[in-house]
């Protein structure tokens, strides 16, 4: 669904947008890796664990999600009597389309004795064929809490269940699913950039490929990533995840330099979520005026995907609801 904008010439979109913030009773929430226009005028920008919190927390009628599709649903999912509108349907992501819920359903009949834990990045249809949603900022502390006796698949982020894999010594069977903007990543360019700024500290989301990973000085999800960016000693850190989180480490920390990991030649914009750049202020205006687009899901499976994310939520320090460690 395109959203056309050419009729909005002469209005100040920003002051708009604060005007429907009020009239609406809207609480905007931003993912890190949306543009520094929207993440500026965001009331809360986070990961997918903090926003899925505030999500289910927060006092406000509508819900504008600038973020991906299934980020909308999870807070509907979580706040079903809130309006949640997401300001370009169209913003999917490239894991969730790599896992068709028949083909999850399928993969988890075939390992009946093992659990499903899910990353975050997937359709509301597959969280409700999951026992536990993980996401990458909660997934160690979650996979520490299941007996190694317990058998796993995890989907669908192939990269993400490798990495924990290997880090809790743990076989799981793993969906082969990538993020687009993580694969893009080129490990030469990235061998490069190191050595044109030696002793600059890497720090890699686990949704990249191992040959990144193994370059990496610290791992961890969005939010982690930026907690690492203040506490490092130097004055030049090497990120490789989606570009647009380096404006929250330039606002904070502006005496430092923070550098994208490069893609395949170095110099390509391929490492830009086209999924997360496909909401504008633009089409926020719009969402709020229009209160639509806007995320509906049937009551039955948002409380089968439901139980999923509550226990989530309990085993990563939530308030949200319990869980069952149970094979669905």
């Known amino acids: 669904m ?3 904008t050419a009729n909005l010439s002469g209005i100040d979109i920003r002051a708009e947008i604060e005007r429907l913030r009020k009239d609406r009773n ?3 929430l931003a993912h890190y890796y949306q543009s520094p226009e929207i993440q500026d005028l965001a009331d809360y920008i986070g990961d997918s664990l903090e926003l899925s919190k505030k999500a289910a927390t927060t006092d406000a ?3 504008a999600f600038c973020g991906v599709r299934f980020m909308a649903e999870t807070a509907k999912i979580l706040a079903p009597e809130k309006i949640v509108i997401l300001p370009d349907m169209d913003a999917g992501c490239s894991l969730e389309d790599s896992c068709p ?4 359903k399928a993969f988890r009949e075939a390992h009946p004795d093992h659990i499903a834990l899910t990353y975050i990045n997937c359709s509301t249809e597959v969280k409700a064929l999951s026992d536990v949603i993980v996401t990458s900022s909660s997934a160690e502390t979650i996979l520490a809490q299941i007996p190694p006796e317990q058998k796993i698949i995890f989907g669908p982020d192939r990269h993400l269940g ?5 880090k809790f010594n743990r076989e799981m069977v793993l969906w082969p699913g990538v ?9 030469t360019e990235l061998i490069k950039l190191k050595a044109q700024h030696p002793g600059a500290p890497v720090a890699a989301h686990p949704e990249c490929p191992p040959h990144i990973i193994d370059h990496a000085d610290y791992v961890g999800s969005t939010s982690g990533i930026l907690k690492f960016a203040t506490e490092f000693p130097g004055n030049t850190l090497i990120v490789a995840t989606e570009p647009h989180i380096i404006h929250q480490m330039e606002k904070a920390l502006p005496g430092k330099t923070f550098i994208g990991a490069p893609g395949a030649d170095g110099q390509c914009s391929c490492n830009i979520c086209p999924y997360m750049a496909l909401n504008t202020l633009e089409k926020l ?3 709020l ?4 687009p806007r995320i509906e899901i049937e009551e039955g499976l948002r409380l089968a995907a439901k139980k999923s994310l509550d226990a989530m939520l309990a085993m990563a320090g939530g308030t949200v609801g319990k869980g069952d460690l149970g094979p669905a």
């Not at 819920?101 to 999850?104: A, G, Y």
């Not at 490798?162 to 290997?166: Q, V």
């Not at 687009?180 to 490990?187: L, M, P, R």
């Open 162 to 166: 490798g990495y924990l894999s290997r």
């Open 101 to 104: 819920p028949e083909k999850f």
């Open 289 to 292: 005026r229009d209160l639509k």
């Open 179 to 187: 993020c687009i903007v993580h694969e893009a990543f080129s490990e």
């Open 2 to 4: 395109t959203i056309q």
């Open 61 to 63: 009628e509508v819900i």
């Open 26 to 28: 809207a609480v905007i």
């Open 285 to 287: 205006y719009l969402a």
